[in-house]
């Protein structure tokens, strides 16, 4: 009994320290260098969840996107960067009747999960502003294995011609864009890959892959760490 106490009491500790050594020392001084070797400053990010927005804040960038700040289910990410003209020019609807305890948002036949917003007018206002920005020579893909993802999907997501990146719990070695995390090897999806990964500063999504590099220009394959 108290060994399991003293255990759970340690993990709870060195989480902690390890949050505050990230947050406080060593992921200023990344960022400081991210944001030096960052050319391509205008990119436009259409992220599945709220990583690629916390990609481009890190990197002190204007968000040329509206896909922050929320999360799309698997099939309407996949709907949403096949098509995104027709989406941005569809109206922002409020979903009435769900199951979440945050609001929900519907864009014609996809559905917008509002983790971090307060209501649907505020999303519909915030997601107006923001789609002005899209840079459609600039798109560049996030997206992970969670929310419903299917093996089969990555076949369509290979098709998309933009750069893309794709973060695993398991690797694919055929497809070229896959970022495999082997910390989440044992489980059936990655998880929050915005969290910190270590107390040196990293984040799950920048541990394994030199995004920066990716937005300059490098293939995935050249940028994995």
């Known amino acids: 009994m108290y060994r399991e106490y003293f255990m759970k009491t ?6 902690k320290n390890r949050k505050l050594l990230s947050e406080n020392f060593f992921r200023p001084q990344i960022e400081k ?27 002190g960038l204007k968000f040329n996107t509206p896909t922050v700040n929320f999360f799309f289910h698997a099939d309407d990410y996949l709907k949403f960067i096949m098509n995104y003209e027709k989406y941005i020019n569809l109206p922002v609807l409020e979903v009435k009747y769900h ?4 609001p929900v948002a519907s864009i014609g036949d996809i559905k917008c999960y509002l983790v971090h917003y307060e ?14 920005r899209i840079n459609p ?7 992970c294995d969670r929310d ?46 915005t969290e ?19 937005l300059n220009g490098q293939n995935v394959k050249k940028c994995l760490r």
């Not at 910190?196 to 990716?214: A, R, T």
């Open 196 to 214: 910190w990964s270590d107390k040196y500063g990293y984040k799950w999504f920048d541990k394994h892959f030199d995004y920066v590099k990716w």
């Open 10 to 15: 340690m993990k709870r500790i060195v989480k």
């Open 33 to 59: 260098k991210m944001r030096r070797l960052l050319h391509n400053k205008d990119a436009t990010i259409f992220s599945c969840n709220c990583t690629g927005g916390v990609m481009l804040h890190d990197l």
């Open 137 to 143: 020579d600039n798109i560049y893909l996030v997206w």
């Open 148 to 193: 419903g993802f299917s093996e089969e999907m990555l076949e369509l997501f290979a098709k998309i011609e933009y750069p893309k990146v794709f973060f695993s719990h398991k690797p694919y070695p055929e497809y070229e864009f896959v970022v495999y995390l082997p910390e989440f090897s044992s489980e059936s999806q990655v998880g929050t890959i």
């Open 99 to 102: 199951d979440k305890s945050y």
């Open 119 to 132: 209501s649907v007018e505020e999303f519909k206002r915030i997601w107006d502003r923001r789609k002005k």
